[in-house]
């Protein structure tokens, strides 16, 4: 489907319904929900591409991969996360992608997630998670050897350290995402384990907040059978708050996109009041693009209908987390949970006036890592190349119809969204193990080659959501595939 940016203003509301899957109501048909017995059948004939385009599979057998990147040569380097939904801990691993498919160990880290990796001048930058002992960015020789250049980021939560991506400037910008889904800890921080391990831990602002004193009532996984608890915003668990406090901006913070110049272990803050950064992309003109994914239905102060975004960053600007969703304020009827209150606002005044996104894509989409093309030989100069890790219902919020499992093209100039990669078969779609096929499970990123030719696309592999809070990630069976651009036949 197509919608323009004349439309933004409506998108949120109105224009999401148009894409498949968007309808997110209550009937539970998310694409994660699915039986499934390895190993993983890989068929290129399954997945949908525009006329004169071809799909390849470069490698298979990968756990949890999340990023792609070349050397010199063009070689492909890919990190495995070491770190998977449902607290399922592996390997954090860089793995060169031989010619024959073969992978090859150059290191291993032990602050999962790894959540993606770029080179620049002869070495690695990956992003750990940190989800056990706070985020890092890491520089990473070919022969294994790996030195943090930033540690201790707020990276215990939800979201993790992402990114990384080289600028115009030489620089490294990354993304750090928030602690929580949408401001306040609540029990379902407990259920994504991390709460137990990090009990003061909560979202921190980037500069000074004052505070509406809104907080919010739930039972205590801390102390079970105790009574309920109330939480207010940037705070502990069980923390209430007042109206006009003020919360302290500190550096680092969380849901933000920080620069790392060349020489410094100072990150410094270029924009803050996302949700969750992951995917960080500079456009041929130079300017920074960022994915962000949007929020859930779920946790104390929940959120309805929130699309995942594509965010064109301006130096020093407030997104809008937590009290703004795509540009536009929570506390209307739009973001209410069915049979709920319609949200309110925890902020006494917003920091800022919160920009409009480029693009919106579907809710619960989880729209992640990209690319632009720049090169004529492959098409679409200009335009973005999104991964879009599909949708976990009904974990995150119910769908009528699988959302994401695909990779989509995005017009910058226009927010024009085009499917560019998905699965073929029946139905409304979703990973390849649901359809019965052997396409795309999970695209998690999208990285053109160094010639531009060749967009490689990292498939996470296998994940079932069998029910809320039953998710099962399945090991080696991400993939690595490579699509390129057939010649056009010479003319008689």
């Given at each position: 489907?197509?919608?323009?940016?004349?439309?933004?203003?409506?998108?949120?509301?109105?224009?999401?319904?148009?894409?498949?899957?968007?309808?997110?109501?209550?009937?539970?048909?998310?694409?994660?929900?699915?039986?499934?017995?390895?190993?993983?059948?890989?068929?290129?004939?399954?997945?949908?591409?525009?006329?004169?385009?071809?799909?390849?599979?470069?490698?298979?057998?990968?756990?949890?991969?999340?990023?792609?990147?070349?050397?010199?040569?063009?070689?492909?380097?890919?990190?495995?996360?070491?770190?998977?939904?449902?607290?399922?801990?592996?390997?954090?691993?860089?793995?060169?992608?031989?010619?024959?498919?073969?992978?090859?160990?150059?290191?291993?880290?032990?602050?999962?997630?790894?959540?993606?990796?770029?080179?620049?001048?002869?070495?690695?930058?990956?992003?750990?998670?940190?989800?056990?002992?706070?985020?890092?960015?890491?520089?990473?020789?070919?022969?294994?050897?790996?030195?943090?250049?930033?540690?201790?980021?707020?990276?215990?939560?939800?979201?993790?350290?992402?990114?990384?991506?080289?600028?115009?400037?030489?620089?490294?910008?990354?993304?750090?995402?928030?602690?929580?889904?949408?401001?306040?800890?609540?029990?379902?921080?407990?259920?994504?384990?991390?709460?137990?391990?990090?009990?003061?831990?909560?979202?921190?602002?980037?500069?000074?907040?004052?505070?509406?004193?809104?907080?919010?009532?739930?039972?205590?996984?801390?102390?079970?059978?105790?009574?309920?608890?109330?939480?207010?915003?940037?705070?502990?668990?069980?923390?209430?708050?007042?109206?006009?406090?003020?919360?302290?901006?500190?550096?680092?913070?969380s849901g933000a996109v920080f620069r790392l110049v060349p020489g410094s272990t100072a990150p410094e803050l270029v924009a803050w009041g996302f949700r969750n950064p992951f995917g960080l992309a500079f456009a041929p003109n130079g300017r920074l693009y960022v994915t962000e994914n949007g929020h859930d239905v779920r946790g104390s102060r929940p959120l309805f209908g929130v699309a995942d975004h594509l965010w064109e960053v301006e130096q020093g600007a407030w997104y809008?987390?937590?009290?703004?969703?795509?540009?536009?304020?929570?506390?209307?009827?739009?973001?209410?949970?069915?049979?709920?209150?319609?949200?309110?606002?925890?902020?006494?005044?917003?920091?800022?006036?919160?920009?409009?996104?480029?693009?919106?894509?579907?809710?619960?989409?989880?729209?992640?890592?990209?690319?632009?093309?720049?090169?004529?030989?492959?098409?679409?100069?200009?335009?973005?190349?999104?991964?879009?890790?599909?949708?976990?219902?009904?974990?995150?919020?119910?769908?009528?119809?699988?959302?994401?499992?695909?990779?989509?093209?995005?017009?910058?100039?226009?927010?024009?969204?085009?499917?560019?990669?998905?699965?073929?078969?029946?139905?409304?779609?979703?990973?390849?193990?649901?359809?019965?096929?052997?396409?795309?499970?999970?695209?998690?990123?999208?990285?053109?080659?160094?010639?531009?030719?060749?967009?490689?696309?990292?498939?996470?592999?296998?994940?079932?959501?069998?029910?809320?809070?039953?998710?099962?990630?399945?090991?080696?069976?991400?993939?690595?595939?490579?699509?390129?651009?057939?010649?056009?036949?010479?003319?008689?």
């Open positions: 489907m197509r919608f323009p940016s004349s439309a933004r203003p409506l998108l949120a509301a109105c224009a999401l319904l148009l894409l498949p899957g968007c309808f997110h109501l209550f009937a539970g048909g998310g694409g994660g929900s699915t039986d499934f017995k390895p190993p993983r059948r890989v068929s290129p004939a399954d997945v949908a591409l525009p006329e004169g385009y071809r799909i390849e599979v470069v490698a298979t057998g990968l756990t949890y991969p999340t990023g792609v990147t070349f050397d010199d040569d063009g070689t492909p380097y890919v990190t495995e996360s070491g770190y998977s939904y449902g607290e399922d801990f592996t390997e954090a691993r860089l793995v060169r992608v031989e010619k024959d498919g073969r992978l090859t160990e150059v290191a291993r880290g032990e602050h999962p997630p790894w959540t993606g990796v770029t080179y620049h001048q002869g070495a690695f930058y990956v992003a750990e998670g940190g989800v056990q002992g706070g985020g890092r960015i890491v520089r990473i020789t070919p022969d294994g050897h790996a030195t943090p250049l930033v540690s201790n980021l707020p990276s215990l939560g939800d979201h993790h350290t992402n990114g990384p991506a080289v600028g115009p400037d030489g620089a490294l910008y990354f993304g750090v995402g928030t602690a929580t889904n949408s401001g306040v800890v609540g029990p379902d921080n407990a259920s994504m384990g991390w709460l137990k391990r990090n009990p003061a831990f909560h979202d921190v602002p980037c500069r000074n907040v004052t505070l509406a004193g809104v907080n919010y009532p739930s039972d205590n996984p801390l102390a079970p059978n105790t009574g309920q608890v109330q939480t207010g915003a940037f705070v502990p668990f069980g923390t209430e708050t007042k109206p006009g406090q003020v919360i302290k901006g500190t550096l680092p913070c809008g987390f937590p009290d703004f969703a795509g540009g536009k304020p929570v506390d209307q009827e739009w973001f209410k949970v069915p049979g709920g209150e319609v949200p309110r606002r925890v902020l006494q005044e917003p920091p800022g006036t919160p920009p409009q996104p480029v693009a919106f894509f579907g809710v619960h989409s989880s729209s992640n890592r990209l690319d632009f093309s720049r090169n004529p030989e492959f098409g679409h100069v200009g335009e973005a190349f999104v991964a879009q890790f599909g949708d976990q219902a009904p974990d995150t919020g119910e769908t009528m119809a699988p959302v994401g499992f695909k990779v989509v093209r995005v017009d910058v100039s226009n927010g024009v969204i085009e499917d560019f990669a998905a699965n073929k078969g029946r139905g409304s779609g979703g990973p390849a193990s649901k359809l019965g096929k052997a396409g795309l499970e999970r695209p998690i990123d999208a990285r053109f080659d160094p010639s531009g030719k060749a967009l490689y696309i990292v498939d996470y592999g296998v994940m079932l959501v069998k029910a809320k809070g039953v998710i099962m990630p399945f090991e080696k069976t991400g993939v690595l595939w490579r699509i390129t651009r057939a010649a056009p036949e010479a003319k008689p």
